[in-house]
């Protein structure tokens, strides 16, 4: 799949001939849909196929964080591009997408040590250092009073969406373009070279693209178990905003920075770690990251805890999502938070690596994130396969 990618979709895209697509992808989620943009871009026809009526699955569920500055080699490569696929889809599809980048908050020593020497490595314009009290402003609180506040850093490439808006308006504006369409509601039973087989029949086209995160075992099990597919659940929550706190930019804590390989690979990376060990091993216990956005209509998004199994379960540990929501209300600095709903995010997770990429047969593609940072990767995933320079993974 290659081709170079005008900076917008062009006005005349191919028709569809009856049945027939240049491209066909499998899941609207948001790395389906990203590709099914960058192919229109790209002048193509395309048809996505969705077993669900709307977008529900992981592409929904999360924080609405383009996680950028946290990436580390060939991702933060991918993720830089995909940043602008996302300002592009935004102005295109009309949806909300803030440069609001993202703060890191520092509450020891050892944790404004790893984003000094961040800094030092990225240097001033991809990692701001702040203040404790520069810090203490961002989230809303009057000031340090607590003192557990050391410093912090702001992330300014970082993006914000609202993800229960970004990807059905991406969907709706996909439907509207000459030469596309997502047949909802339709369940996929197989797939061969030239040819999707769903429950409403055949759909042919050039290329087939498989983008269906961790459900990737449904189709083609035996690839699923070669690249160790999990699933990996999360405990999130939508609380109302405390007073004072406005900003748009994600933040981000201790645990996040356990996460992320560009703070992983800082040199009090493991310090951090033994530290976090010692004050807060429940919050380790449950693959805490625990960091919170603002959604645009003032309530904030929280969490998230990770458990990994090849299915999911579906209950969810109250003691787990106590731990969580304590947190983030130690890090806003009030007594507690104001739950509006809760519920359990899912993506694919594995050890072999973040990404999926292979080849089944001519003209059919396979690619799943497998890890927590598809938003983050979705577009410019899309915009490296169409000028060739995706991998395919062994």
Known sequence: MSSTAPATAP???????????????????????????????????????????????????????????????????????????????????????????????????????????????????????????????????????????????????????????????????????PGARILWGTAVTGVESGTVHTTRGPVHGERILVCVGHDVDYLFPDLAEEHEVRRCRLTMARAVAPEGFRTDSAVLTATSMLRYDAFTAQPSAARLREEVVGHSPELLGIGANVMFTRLPDGSVLVGDSHHYDTTTPPFIDERTFELLTGAVAGVLGVERLRILERWQGVYASSDRG?????????????????????????????????????????
Do not use: Y
């Open 11 to 177: 006005a005349v895209t191919r028709s569809l001939a009856p049945g027939h697509s240049d491209l066909v992808i499998v899941g609207a989620g948001i790395v389906g849909l990203a590709h099914a943009f960058e192919a229109l871009a790209n002048g193509l026809s395309v048809t996505v196929v969705e077993r669900d009526r709307q977008p529900v699955g992981a592409s929904v569920r999360n924080f609405g964080h383009c996680c950028i500055s946290a990436q580390e080699g060939d991702l933060l490569g991918l993720a830089r591009r995909s940043r602008a696929g996302w300002l592009r889809a935004a102005r295109a599809a009309g949806f909300w997408a803030a440069e609001a980048g993202a703060l890191v908050v520092a509450r020891s020593a050892t944790e404004a040590a790893v984003l000094e020497e961040l800094h030092a490595e990225r240097g001033g314009r991809g990692v701001v250092l702040r203040t404790a009290a520069e810090t203490a402003q961002a989230l809303g609180r009057a000031s340090d009073a607590a003192g557990d506040l050391v410093g912090g850093a702001f992330l300014p490439d970082d993006l914000r969406v609202n993800p229960r808006e970004a990807t059905p308006a991406l969907a709706r504006w996909i439907e509207r373009q």
């Open 354 to 394: 973040p990404l999926l990429v292979r080849d089944l047969a001519p003209g059919v593609r396979v690619l799943s994130v497998t890890s927590g940072i598809g938003m983050t990767l979705s577009f410019g995933l899309a915009a490296a396969t169409f000028d060739g320079a995706l991998a395919v993974t062994r």
